[in-house]
């Protein structure tokens, strides 16, 4: 089969490549998938640049998500069979033609949800739906505030603001995507090339300051979203895109009665009971189904054009996934 093969760390475009590999059987309880589409997210380049390299080990091939069909099942695995969609967490890296997973790890999919949807269920509308349901559930009209607003996440916190009812305010470094951002439900867009952050959030919140933050770029700018919660805020981190650590200060935090949480999908998927984790992908699956996601393609590569791919996923201008196909 054909796959992404990364030995190095390094800058993706110099160190992937597509190479014919050893495919394998399903052992017992695996299925056998072969993929139609899988996004390329900022984690993918994370790990492909080495930023968890202690645990990452090399060889691998990248990709966390991906949507495909059961080709073969091993034995023991009940609930799946030859022909079903699914979307296949915790295999083998979904940057290739087959990836082979746990049955039991492995979602339905509808027929009324294409490929192109369906693989970007998984990372970030499981992350977005969890910590405004589970990790901090706003309440009616609460002001939520997200930087990199204009991101997959960014995205579906605007169109989770209808459904949820909370205010969702997209923390920008540029006005290109602003009416889009509006019109999928964001109560407002701060740009930060030409707004101050503090004052714009000031006067959103009527001076009280905002109910919940989250952030997925760490260093400074986590570090000034932090500082504009009001008291009794919770501040969410859930990424780390600048490659700097958030310089919280403890004391101020522990003044103010800040609360704090990590989240990290893969450590509530290791967690989470079936049936619980079940439900959240019912609920997002419902949510897709009905066209209340905000899950734009902005390209489409074959796997063989890995280089060109990973360029175009970094530009700043896109909106929307690039998917791998083939």
């Known amino acids: 089969m054909r796959a992404i ?45 080495g930023a968890y390299a202690a645990r990452t080990p090399l060889p691998l091939i990248p990709g966390f998500e991906g949507a495909g069909t059961v080709e073969a099942i091993g034995r023991a695995v009940d609930g799946l069979s030859p022909g079903d969609r699914v979307l296949p967490l915790d295999g083998t890296g979904t940057w290739a033609e087959i990836a082979i997973a746990p049955a039991a790890r492995c979602i339905r999919v509808p027929d009324c949800i294409d490929d192109a949807t369906a693989a970007q269920l998984y990372v970030n509308p499981l992350s977005a739906w969890l910590m405004m349901t589970e990790i901090a559930p706003p309440r009616p009209g609460a002001l939520v505030v997200a930087n990199a607003g204009a991101s997959a996440v960014g995205r579906l916190l605007a169109g989770l603001s209808q459904v949820l009812g909370f205010r969702m305010v997209a923390i920008v470094r ?49 570090t000034a979203l932090a500082a504009c919660l009001r008291p009794g805020g919770t501040f969410i981190n859930y990424g780390v895109l600048s490659g700097e650590p958030l310089a919280l200060d403890g004391a101020d935090i522990h003044r103010r009665g800040i609360r704090v949480h990590a989240f990290w999908l893969r450590e509530w998927l290791k967690t989470a009971a079936p049936a619980r984790r079940q439900s959240a992908f019912d609920a997002i699956i419902d949510l897709a189904a009905a066209g209340r996601l905000a899950l734009p393609v902005a390209a489409r590569f074959d796997l063989a054009d890995i280089a060109t791919a990973v360029r175009d996923a970094e530009r700043r201008d896109r909106w929307g996934k690039v998917l791998l196909t083939g």
Request: hydrophobic letters at 45%; one cysteine or more; a negative charge.
């Open 5 to 49: 093969d990364l030995t190095r760390f390094g800058e993706p475009f110099a160190v992937l490549a597509c190479r014919d590999v050893p495919d394998s059987d399903p052992g017992p309880g695996e299925v056998r998938v072969r993929l139609a589409a899988r996004p390329i997210n900022p984690s993918d380049l994370l790990t492909i640049r």
């Open 174 to 222: 540029s006005g290109r995507f602003a009416e889009r951002l509006r019109a999928l439900g964001a109560a407002a867009v701060v740009d930060t090339s030409d707004q101050s952050l503090a004052a714009s959030l000031a006067a959103l919140s009527g001076g009280a300051g905002v109910d919940i933050a989250l952030d997925t770029i760490g260093g400074v700018e986590g």
